[in-house]
């Protein structure tokens, strides 16, 4: 089964697909910002053998729309829930990489009652305020020159060295997606995205947990991981080897396995 569509959300018409099985419980995967619902390909096909996989392409991203900014982090939350809701879906497993990982924060505090789990890849609980110029900078560049002069960097960011050295093919429809981001969606989340504060919230977060962080991530570390698994109840947290920001495409299987044995878990 494979179904595309347009949801209503506040401001914006949010695009998304569903595949897998119809009746099996619901996976919702958010990307990472400068990337798209297709970040997921290299391991929804596992995924769907067992659930019903939703992804869908954020506010500012991909086919969704792409309102004036700045966005806020809490409406940007609000767009998951009116999307399940377009939907007709009453709980999900929520998946989310980077930014997914911050808005599935948000959920797990405010709206815990809509998820069977929550899985935070690659993903910070706080912005310090010195990262602020930096995203200034990114930001600037992005409407002044366009995404394409971001790409390198970004690329060399998401991915060990030695996968960047050896030329991946897997890279290839990332760099696409990253060149290709509406400047605009960028800046909007780029803006709430250095607001982002929840550390001293973790703790309201109740529904089973599991929190994943490549090794050799230089944005969200394992530092950053390790503070949001030591904040919530339970949770639990996998370090993947040989991997940095997009884990889920520089290891698949591992990335894979981790949710599944998690999700299998929880469900029985």
Same mark, same amino acid.
């Given at each position: ?116 789990? $929550?899985?935070? *890849?690659?993903?910070? @609980? &706080?912005? !310090? %305020? #010195?990262?602020?110029?930096? =995203?200034? /900078?990114? +930001? ?31 890279? $290839?429809?990332? *760099?696409?997606?990253? @060149? &290709?981001? !509406? %400047? #605009?969606?960028?800046?909007? =989340?780029? /803006?709430? +995205? ?75």
């Amino acid at each position: 089964m494979l179904n595309r569509q347009y949801i209503q959300v506040d401001g914006a018409r949010l695009y998304c697909r569903s595949e897998g099985l119809h009746d099996a419980p619901v996976i919702l995967l958010h990307h990472s910002l400068a990337s798209t619902s297709r970040g997921w390909d290299s391991i929804v096909p596992k995924l769907a053998e067992h659930y019903h996989v939703v992804r869908f392409d954020a506010r500012g991203h991909g086919r969704s729309d792409v309102p004036e900014g700045p966005y806020d982090l809490a409406h940007l939350a609000e767009d998951v829930i009116r999307l399940i809701d377009g939907l007709e879906i009453n709980r999900v497993h929520y998946v989310g990489l980077s930014m997914g990982g911050m808005i599935g924060q948000i959920l797990g505090i405010d709206h815990g009652d809509r998820l069977r789990s $929550l899985t935070l *890849a690659s993903t910070t @609980s &706080e912005m !310090p %305020p #010195e990262a602020g110029p930096m =995203w200034d /900078e990114r +930001i600037a560049h992005a409407r002044n020159s366009g995404m394409e002069v971001l790409v390198d960097d970004t690329v060399k960011r998401w991915f060990t060295a030695d996968f960047v050295a050896a030329h991946d093919p897997a890279i $290839l429809p990332i *760099a696409e997606m990253i @060149s &290709e981001t !509406p %400047p #605009e969606g960028f800046a909007g =989340w780029g /803006e709430a +995205i250095k607001q982002l504060d929840l550390t001293g919230r973790l703790g309201e977060i109740k529904v089973p947990t599991l929190v994943l962080v490549g090794r050799d991530d230089p944005g969200t570390t394992v530092a950053a991981a390790e503070r949001i698994h030591g904040r919530i109840p339970g949770s639990r947290l996998q370090i993947i080897e040989n991997a940095s920001h997009q884990a889920p495409v520089e290891q698949p299987e591992v990335f894979t396995a981790a949710l599944m044995d998690f999700l299998s878990e929880i469900s029985t």
